[in-house]
């Protein structure tokens, strides 16, 4: 995928993971403080400006980063600091690269994941994000191919759907411990919807 | 006797603010701020989310960076001024900044010897600084030390979890007296590490607050409650009771912080009762007195005193108490100079 | 834009307070203060409720009385000390000292060159001032000065009925310095005159306070409502109505104020934006920034900008704003060094 | 009337006028911060007591200073400052007497009448205790004998209800304004118990 490539299919997915706003909006309201919807939505129109702003000739690397700092700064948040870390180390992992290959990709998870959860000195099983990155970066592992993306989003569901039971023991959630349970974490869904996002413009794309 | 909640009809349930647009409340109250004290204070970013003493950075000197949500004025802008902080950089309500405006922050404090992050354990804050150290390394040398006072949020086994809350002026006034008298980065770092582990703090919530932007109250409590152990942003804290009498709050905030910090016949400490928004000056009084007549008796020396609005969550009702067991160093820096258009020592 | 009244469920017209007995509330406030701050006041009648600086009387200096109400923090008490009031007459919440009071504070600070009576207007504080001026006379010379800056408690052909608010804090750091530089008991007067004379000041109330000992609140608002005007005490202002913008308050009282002191391009002022208790600092600077760009857009000069909690109404959400037309006698004097445990300039 | 009559008298008087307390917290609860019933029951108990340790000796004119300085400091405010100027004028017209004549009593009612208006810049028809006060004075005035008392009772209690339906104009209540009509006076109300109380206690003297 080229960095022109990138550049529209990130465009469109941003578009669409924005729609989420009301819903990670409810999510994190009923954990948190409920400007999750308002961080990813604001990040999302944010990027998109910065991204087509950039020269046309942006490498993949540059453009990620550009995503990075973007998001980082539209609506500042714990989630936008581990968001921006992992794409940060994801960009750096390609920086050499034109254009990037299913292995490139790989190479851009298996990057993002620690230093995310470095950020966040967190573990899977804490109920954040890393329940539903974690198990769909192994998916990907497992399946480089045409469905890795599908089994991607399937991976990130299954944990976040299993970790909702149990109580938040990180950022503001944990700070109501016991009265997290049942409510499936924001950040981990936030990132499910944006894997939906891609999945959905990539077939637009396609069509 | 217990303390006194009064039912008011006519003004069920509501609180007002005096805003304009929820969504501008903290560049607005920034803009007033510099506004009003331009010999002071000056905006180092576009956004004007950065913001300095006016003299930064001073050459020579170590920067002190802070930051943190809005909503807690004097914490954490307050702050910034001769003998304290170098810079902020300032979030949303209740939000962390960005790691951009911390760097920006850091940018501005640098005086070419390294920069201090001074500011509380809050997950986004320690996020967004951790990153913006980051993307400083190689131009700026910076360490950090963090505010864990709060006692009532975790236990002693695990106090690197604890947040901070207004026990972290005293790490400000200490560190902000070494970088002025022209210590080292290490020996700012080190006031600041020695006054954040002899400080302890408690707060005692009796009303919740309202965010701006959010509309819907942080916590909420029964007619009668107070909850105890809270945290500024209405964090849940060791138990939730029925509303107490000044010296028993007192009593039991005082308390816990004695035991935790091991407080013993002898010891010298500075104290600060804290008001959370719209708890008036003179109940802070009524707590101190009861504070100040208990560590007399245990034979605890207080040498100084602060009693006012230092770290504050909007217009919370409650008070907290902080006590800082000082030595020698602690003590001198602490009597030192400072000057922000909110505090002056 | 309106303003913003929120509505919560659970905490449905509840006012906590952190006392012990309510009827002890005041002396245990003036005890907590009085250990607070033993450098700086001392209590001088057996009840403690006659309190001075530390060294008061100033020998040859003219001594300044105040007094009033509690429930007003800082006012009254915060205002003694050096620059400032010599000595305080402490009452209970929102009432009167008694002559007695004011007479052992007027002996206190009697420094030989007579003393001068300077608080707000009040029915009870000026009856029971003029009563202490007759039991002194032949012992110290007395003049007395009251505040009277509140636009809104009565129409410019009856200004000398108005109340004292906020605004005499100015006419306190004013007529302060000149004490404290020596002037004579008349020069002393005219000072405070003068500051008295060119300060108005207008307040929003935004919900009401509640009496310790009445247990009952001073008045009622609907829920979305604000008062217009409202006194110190919770005095009916000139109107109640929906609860409007930052700015739209803002810009109103400004108004109101500029046109009082007939405020025209090229005049200096400083500008007090005053919480009233539970209004959070960020709020007093959105409002704050509104006035200084009405102010700049009008040509007149803001010198000096206060903004914080000068004279609250316990836990009264509201401000108010306080304006005072500097003439180079009342530049300077408001330049002048103050120090009090709660002031300092 | 000696100084140990007279402290009999008041001792007695003080005793029943702290009896309504509850009245008067309601009156002032009405119109101004409803003190006034503890100003009134806890000025009445310390004067008794202040006047309980003076020397035997005491003139009339210092027991009634005793009274004025005592209740000035019980529980301060509007009203006793008043009353403090009523009482200190009044002591200092009788200063060089062993006992009270009724004129004597006439005397003392006649300067406290004006340095109470005074202090207050008050005026009859404000709705305040001239308002009870100067009627009472002036039926007084017209009857120094015997039934005096009642004649004064009448005249004050007259005052207080014919400006009942006025505006009151001074001190805390004149803030309320139009909110003050159809509510009696309380400190006029004060004025006319005490009287009450000196009436009852006379009778019980002499019986
Ligand atoms: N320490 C952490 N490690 C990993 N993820 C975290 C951590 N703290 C928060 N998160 C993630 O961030 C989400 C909340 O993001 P956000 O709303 O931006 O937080 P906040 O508003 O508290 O700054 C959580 O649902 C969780 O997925
Ligand atoms: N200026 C005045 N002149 C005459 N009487 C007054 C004046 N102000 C108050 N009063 C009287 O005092 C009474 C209220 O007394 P008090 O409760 O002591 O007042 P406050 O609590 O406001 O100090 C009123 O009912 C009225 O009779
Ligand atoms: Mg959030
Ligand atoms: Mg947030
Ligand atoms: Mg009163
Ligand atoms: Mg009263």
Chains 1, 4 share one sequence.
């Not at chain 1, 994190?28 to 990040?43: E, N, W």
């Not at chain 1, 899977?124 to 993306?149: C, I, M, Q, R």
């Not at chain 2, 700026?140 to 009532?152: F, S």
């Amino acid at each position: 995928m080229t960095g022109a490539e990138l550049r529209i299919l990130l465009d469109r997915a941003l578009d669409l993971v924005g729609k989420n706003e009301d819903e990670l909006r409810d999510l994190d309201s009923a954990i948190g403080d409920g400007d999750l919807g308002i961080t990813v939505s604001r990040g999302a129109e944010a990027a998109r400006k910065s991204i087509a702003a950039m020269p046309s000739a942006s490498t993949p690397s540059e453009i990620i980063r550009t995503l990075a700092t973007t998001i980082a700064s539209a609506n500042p948040s714990s989630f936008t600091a581990l968001v921006a870390t992992g794409l940060l180390a994801a960009s750096r992992s390609v920086a050499d690269r034109e254009s990037l290959t299913a292995a490139d990709v790989l190479t851009m998870a298996q990057q993002a994941v620690p230093a995310i959860a470095k950020r966040g000195k967190a573990e899977v099983g804490d109920k954040t994000v890393l329940d539903a990155l974690v198990p769909s970066v192994a998916a990907l592992e497992a399946n480089t191919s045409e469905g890795a993306l599908d089994a991607m989003i399937a991976a990130a569901r299954k944990g976040i759907d299993d970790t909702a039971g149990g109580v938040s023991r990180k950022g503001r959630a944990a700070w109501l411990g016991e009265r997290t349970i049942g409510h499936p974490d924001p950040g981990a869904t936030a990132y499910l919807r944006f894997l939906e996002a891609l999945e959905r413009a990539r077939s637009e794309l396609r069509a | 006797m217990a303390g006194i909640s009064y039912f008011v009809r006519g003004v069920a349930g509501e609180m007002k603010k005096i805003i304009n647009d929820p969504n501008a409340f903290v560049d607005e109250a920034l803009d007033g701020i510099l506004g009003a004290h331009p010999t002071m204070l000056k905006a180092v970013s576009a956004d004007r989310r950065a913001i300095a003493r006016a003299d930064a950075p001073i050459k020579g000197h170590v920067g002190i960076v802070t930051g943190g949500g809005s909503g807690h004025l004097p914490l954490f802008l307050g702050y910034v001024g001769v003998g304290l902080c170098t810079a902020v950089a300032v979030g949303n309500v209740f939000s962390s900044p960005s790691s951009e405006q911390i760097l920006a922050a850091t940018r501005a404090a640098h005086g070419g010897t390294g920069v201090l992050y001074l500011y509380g354990n809050y997950g986004g804050d320690v996020m967004n600084f951790d990153l913006a150290g980051e993307l400083a390394a190689g131009e700026i040398e910076t360490d950090t030390v963090v505010g864990i006072d709060d006692v009532a949020s975790a236990p002693p086994e695990r106090s690197s979890d604890r947040r901070g809350v207004a026990g972290l002026f005293f790490a400000y006034k200490c560190a902000g007296a070494a970088a002025e008298s022209g210590l080292p980065l290490a020996g700012v770092a080190a006031a600041a590490r020695s006054a954040a582990a002899n400080t302890r703090s408690m707060g005692v919530g009796l009303s919740p607050t309202i965010l701006p932007a959010a509309g819907k109250p942080t916590f909420e409590l029964g007619p009668d409650e107070m909850e105890i152990g809270i945290g500024i942003h209405g964090e849940r804290g060791i138990r939730r009771g029925r509303l107490e009498s000044a010296d028993q709050i007192a009593g039991d905030l005082l308390e816990k912080i004695a035991a935790d910090l091991r407080l013993s016949r002898g010891d010298a400490v500075a104290v600060l009762v804290n008001g959370l928004g719209a708890t008036p000056l003179e109940e802070l009084y009524v707590l101190y007195r009861h504070v100040r007549r208990t560590l007399d008796g245990m034979g605890v020396a207080v040498r100084r005193t602060y009693v006012g609005e230092f770290a504050t969550s909007l217009e919370m009702a409650g008070a907290s108490l902080s006590v800082m067991r000082l030595d020698d160093d602690l003590a001198r820096l602490l009597h030192a100079p400072a000057r922000s258009p909110f505090f002056r020592e």
